[in-house]
């Protein structure tokens, strides 16, 4: 099958110029989505430039040599501005991901580049009579585009998704579905690994929900290590724990206790692991209503009382939830697991979520929410003082519940530190 690349048209855009953005500053350039526009700035303290304007537009993405900002509208179609305005326009075609290397654009949605820039992998189905029938995950090059890719895995079990290649380019992580069908995405996949030039893949022993921001491969100077936000279900607010896997043995370990639902680890550069966490909203909330009787229904319609226990595992609703995921704050863990999670940030006028670090590990950058669902990006120092407002988000419709407690802050802002 074919695969096509292609160069950005720098056609007549329908995006209006703005003021040309200076150099570099020490830590980066932020892209981020406000009231329908697409902003950018210097980070720490830069003047916002807006650079275009477009309905539902989402998912700004810098292009490698951080000149073009590509993004998408409400219709999907998928725009790339470059960041002084003056040039701009529409990608042809279903464009997904920018080349790693090049200001291009690789037609795979979840194409998933090697560290030598050339070799990707992606998944595709192939449907049967009654629908998707095999998963595979395939191998191609960017050096030959009109080979057929080799396939890597297949199974009829279920679809595959790609994650990352390990440091050494030698293995790919992915999830591995065993059932075929929207709702096991919903709730966790099986993560597995598999060795590229062998063809042998082996499970890693963790579920994880399939995001991105989920898990996040170790720099190599801190070893052949996987962090992940393990555990099952949908509901975010529960059973979810940031683990550390060793990719070499399979070996796993959390860094947090059971009650602390912990999600969405970052890596500095030196080795070091911020996430957010806050108690489980499950185990909590059972806890305190422990001693309590409730009135339940039974199959054959008999009524029972029946007293609630810490370990009566009764599971929420979102908005009994909501009072819990308020309290998510960003912590700092030692993968190692010698030194005690320290916590960054504590203002309880806001939920603090999705951090990432600077290029140095200096600051990090990180979501918060008030408990109306307005969102704003703050930056602060790695050691948590002195954080700042850098931006307001786009405000979105129930933002507070997102998916089940997961909030897509990446489809409101690109980072390039």
């Avoid at 090049?102 to 009654?130: C, I, K, Q, T």
């Avoid at 050691?383 to 997102?402: H, I, K, M, P, Y």
Wanted: glycine share 8%; proline share 6%.
């Amino acid at each position: 099958m074919r695969r096509r690349v292609f160069v950005i048209a720098a056609a007549a855009a329908v995006l209006s110029p703005y003021r040309k953005v200076k150099a570099q500053a020490s830590f980066g350039t932020l892209a981020w989505v406000e009231n329908g526009s697409l902003w950018i700035r210097l980070l720490p303290d830069g003047a916002p430039s807006k650079l275009a304007s477009a309905p539902g537009l989402r998912s700004p993405r810098f292009s490698p040599s951080g000149e073009w900002i590509a993004f998408e509208n409400a219709q999907e179609k998928r725009w790339a501005v470059r960041i002084d305005g003056k040039a701009g326009g529409e990608l042809n075609g279903d464009a997904a991901a920018w080349l790693p290397r090049e200001d291009h654009r690789l037609l795979h949605p979840d194409a998933v580049f090697a560290p030598d820039g050339e070799r990707y992998v992606f998944s595709r189905d192939l449907d049967g009579p009654n629908g998707p029938s095999i998963g595979q995950l395939c191998l191609a090059s960017l050096a030959e585009l009109d080979r057929e890719p080799e396939i890597l895995v297949w199974d009829q079990n279920g679809g595959k998704k790609p994650y990352a290649w390990t440091r050494d380019g030698k293995s790919v992580i992915y999830w591995n579905a065993d059932e075929w069908g929207a709702s096991p995405w919903s709730d966790g996949i099986a993560l597995s690994i598999v060795d590229v030039a062998r063809g042998r893949s082996r499970e890693l022993g963790i579920t994880a929900l399939a995001n991105d921001d989920m898990l996040n491969l170790a720099p190599a100077s801190a070893g052949n290590l996987l962090a992940v936000t393990s555990g099952r279900f949908r509901e975010t607010w529960s059973e979810k724990r940031v683990t550390i896997v060793d990719l070499d043995t399979g070996g796993s370990r959390p860094l947090m206790a059971e009650e602390v639902a912990s999600m969405c680890p970052s890596w500095s550069p030196d080795g070091k692991i911020a996430c957010f966490a806050a108690p489980d909203a499950n185990l909590a909330y059972n806890r305190s209503i422990a001693g309590t009787t409730e009135r339940v229904i039974l199959p054959n319609g008999r009524v029972e009382e029946r007293t609630i226990t810490p370990d009566s595992n009764i599971s929420l609703d979102g908005y009994t939830a909501h009072p819990y995921l308020q309290q998510r704050k960003i912590w700092r863990l030692d993968p190692s697991g010698a030194a005690a999670p320290r916590q960054l940030t504590s203002d309880s006028r806001y939920r603090d979520e999705e951090p990432l670090w600077s290029a140095d590990g200096g600051k990090i950058l990180f979501g918060r929410m008030d408990f109306e669902g307005n969102r704003s990006l703050w930056l602060m120092d790695s050691s948590g003082g002195n954080a700042a407002q850098v931006c307001r988000l786009q405000a979105e419709d129930t933002s507070w519940f997102g998916y089940y407690g997961y909030i897509d802050w990446r489809a409101a802002f690109d980072w390039r530190p």
